[in-house]
C-alpha cells in the first residue's frame, strides 16, 4: 500500500478531504488523524479484520485493547453500558482527553478490546476527528499512530516515520495541543480508578469525584494491560536525572559522555551536544514525544532526561519518562 498525505484544515476540515478518508474506514481501511493529544491510527471499531490491520500495521501485542472513539455523546450507548459516574465524567469533560473504560455490549469485537468484557471509549476534541467520525458513521478504534513501542506521534511527519505504506491514509493537520496521550479511568458506579496519567491532570478530574489511585502493589496493569508495556521509546537509551546522582554511573551516559542529549526544564547538570528545554511543564508535555524523536534523528548516543514535578500535566509526563528510560517490562 502506498500511504498519502493529505493536508487539512484544522479549524475548517475541508468536508471532501474528510469525506474522502471515511470511505476508506468505511471500506475497512486505515487512516491516521489527529487528535488533541496525539495522532491516532484508525479503522472501523466495529469491523474485526480492520481492527486486526491496526495491530499487524503498528506490530501491538494483540492482548493490549484499544480506544474506541466518538463524535457524539449518544453514541457511547450502542458500545458500552454507562451508570451514573460515567455520565458525569462525559458530561464535564467530553469532547477531551479523558477515556472511560467501561462494560462493553455484544457489538464490540474481542479483538477492539483485546479479549476484555471491557471497552475504553473517548470523544477527542478535535474538529477533524470528529468530522472524520461523524462521516465515517461508524466508531473509530484508534491507538497511537506509532510503531509499538516508540514515542507516539504529535505531528504527521512522525507518523510517517514509523507508518509510511503501512496506512492508506495520513491527514495532516499540524502539531497536535496536549502532546501526551488520554488519562484513563476505569468507571464504576461508586468508584473510579486511574489505569493511566494522561492529558486531563487528576486534580482535575477530581473535582468531579474522587479518583483512585493504584500503588505498584495494586498496580494499574492488571486493569490496564497496555500499561504492561516497554513503551514511548525512542532507539536512543533515555537515562533520568536523579537527586541521588544513579545516572552518573548508567554505562549509556559513560560510553557517551561527548554526546549526550538533554530533554528538560532546567539547565543540563553536564555539557551536552543537543538539548531541548521547556520553558513551562504544559509545554514539556505538548514537546515530549517530538523532543525524543528530535535527539534520535541528531544521533546522539544517550538521552538525559528531567522528571517534573508530579502536579498537574506534571504526573503524565513523568510516567511516559519513566516508561521511555525503563529497559524492560
Ligand atoms: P493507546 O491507544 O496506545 O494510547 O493505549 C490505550 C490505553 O488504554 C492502553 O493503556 C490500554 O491498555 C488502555 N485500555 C484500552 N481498553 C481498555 C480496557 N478495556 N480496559 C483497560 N484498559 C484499557
Ligand atoms: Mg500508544
Partial sequence: MRTRLIKVDKWNPEEKLLEEAAKIVKGGGLVAFPTETVYGLGANALDENAVLSIFRAKNRPVDNP??????????????AHLNEMALKFME?????PVT?????????PKVTTGGLETVAVRMPNHPVALGLIDKAQVPIAAPSANRSGRPSPTDAEAVMEDMKNRVDVILDSGPTDVGVESTVLYVRNKEVVLLRHGGCPLEVLEEVAPVLVPTKDNSSAKHSPGTRY?????????????EVGRWKEHPAYLNNISNVGFVGLSAPPVETKEEIRFDSVVHYGRGLFAALRAMERWSVGVILVELP?????????????IRAASEWE
Fill in 309 to 321: 514535578s508530579e502536579s498537574g500535566i506534571g504526573a503524565a509526563v513523568r510516567d511516559r519518562l
Fill in 230 to 242: 516497554r513503551h514511548y521509546a525512542p532507539s536512543v537509551p533515555v537515562v533520568i536525572i536523579d
Fill in 100 to 108: 472511560l473504560v467501561l462494560p462493553a455490549k455484544g457489538v464490540v
Fill in 92 to 96: 464535564r469533560f467530553w469532547p477531551g
Fill in 66 to 79: 484499544l480506544i474506541v472513539h466518538v463524535s457524539r455523546m449518544e453514541d457511547v450507548h450502542q458500545l
